[in-house]
């Protein structure tokens, strides 16, 4: 697979507590050159990114990140306010706790609410696989099929584990054909990149591979 086609499904990603200005303009500086898929930035930057780039490069955020614990309301009202002010994409995390339950109903109930709070706008579910048995995976890539978002995702890379391709298959193998997957969280490499993309991984977030493709032009 050629390393453009690989950028196109990467959304390229700064979600450091930290994150500045400077950084975020240079991460959007990026995914414009290099053709990525989207940039995946907090909340706060979306209104000053979406207007530095315009039409030329999808802004995405995360709601309920990186816990997932607030109530729906307020996943609700963070989702509406990201596309008030100009996110293409937004990236839920579900209520681990409720899975953990087995309260899989609110779980999908929440999903639903959240997505209709998108105004159309494409979303992604993170379901945090590494805090999850694998009937829970399971019962989760059921929930999300049934949810009406686009993308069942991996990981919000600030838990114990990221992205592993046994749980890429997995999610794969039990979402609808309709669900995307997207797995974040750990990928390293371009090989790493090929091999979640050839499991089923339609996006990778990441920060990683355009660093890599840069440093190869030095």
Not at 59 to 70: D, L, M, Q, R
Not at 118 to 145: A, D, W
Not at 146 to 151: L, N, V
């Amino acid at each position: 697979m050629e390393i453009k086609e690989i950028l196109s499904k990467v959304d390229h990603t700064l979600l450091a507590q930290g994150a500045t200005w400077e950084q975020i303009k240079a991460i959007c500086d990026d995914g414009m050159k290099y053709g990525t898929a989207s940039v995946c930035i907090p909340a706060s930057y979306v209104r000053q990114a979406k207007d530095y780039v315009g039409d030329r490069l999808a802004i995405c955020t995360v709601i309920g990140f990186p816990n997932g614990y607030s109530t729906t309301a307020v996943k609700c009202f963070e989702t509406a306010d990201a596309v008030a002010n100009g996110a293409d994409e937004i990236d839920m995390v579900i209520n681990i706790g409720f899975v953990k339950d087995g309260k899989f109903d609110l779980v999908l109930e929440e999903i639903k609410e959240i997505k209709k709070a998108c105004g159309g706008k494409l979303l992604k579910v993170i379901i945090e696989t590494c805090l999850l048995t694998q009937e829970e995976k399971i019962e989760m890539c059921r929930v999300v099929s049934e949810s009406g978002a686009e993308y069942i995702k991996t990981s919000t890379g600030f838990s114990t584990a990221g992205a592993t391709r046994d749980d890429v298959a997995l999610m794969r193998r039990y979402s609808a054909d309709h669900v995307k997957v997207k797995a974040a969280g750990g990928i390293a490499s371009i090989d790493d990149a090929r091999d979640f993309i050839a499991l089923g991984a339609d996006r990778l977030g990441t920060s990683r591979i355009v660093k890599i493709v840069k440093d190869g032009e030095k």
